[in-house]
């Protein structure tokens, strides 16, 4: 379970959202509402105050003082702009997660399997399509054992076959 009472002002914006969830929950509204905002305040890369606690963890409880750091959150966040390492290899980025992630088994061929990214393993990500560069975002961040996968229109320049 996701709860999270979170308040972020930034610039123009003073976003102030409370929620509980279980399951999918999908955030939608129109431009500018703070939704990719909402996302990087629960993802811990945008300070914020309030309080989220993932199933029975803080990782943010500002009246306390308590801001768990975004490595230790355990949260993917899979943004439309795929955010891999410019100086790894596509095997590199995914083995990267896994071993900063939570030090659970991942299956990796199920992943690269479903993902279809095993032609890719061996290539630069400068090197990578933007549909391709998508792909391996998404392996890269479940790769980590994610408990929370949080998706920013990550497949806005996904391929269609």
């Not at 009246?63 to 795929?82: H, L």
């Not at 392996?139 to 998706?151: K, T």
């Amino acid at each position: 379970m996701l709860r999270a009472e979170v308040r972020v002002s930034l610039g123009a914006l003073d976003l102030d959202v409370a929620f509980e969830t279980r399951s999918t929950t999908a955030v939608v509204g129109p431009n500018g509402a703070g939704k990719t905002t909402l996302l990087r305040a629960l993802v811990g890369a945008l300070p914020a105050s309030g309080s989220i606690v993932l199933d029975d963890r803080t990782l943010l409880d500002s009246a306390r003082g308590t801001s768990v750091p975004i490595e230790r959150r355990r949260i993917a966040f899979a943004t439309q702009r795929p955010l891999l390492f410019p100086h790894l290899d596509v095997r590199g980025n995914v083995e990267f997660a896994r071993r900063h992630g939570a030090g659970r088994t991942t299956d990796l061929d199920l992943l690269v399997e479903t993902f279809e990214v095993g032609s890719l393993l061996g290539r630069r990500v400068g090197a990578l399509w933007a549909g391709e560069a998508q792909r391996v975002a998404l392996v890269r961040a479940l790769a980590s054992s994610p408990r929370v996968v949080l998706l920013d229109e990550p497949f806005a320049a996904a391929d269609v076959d």
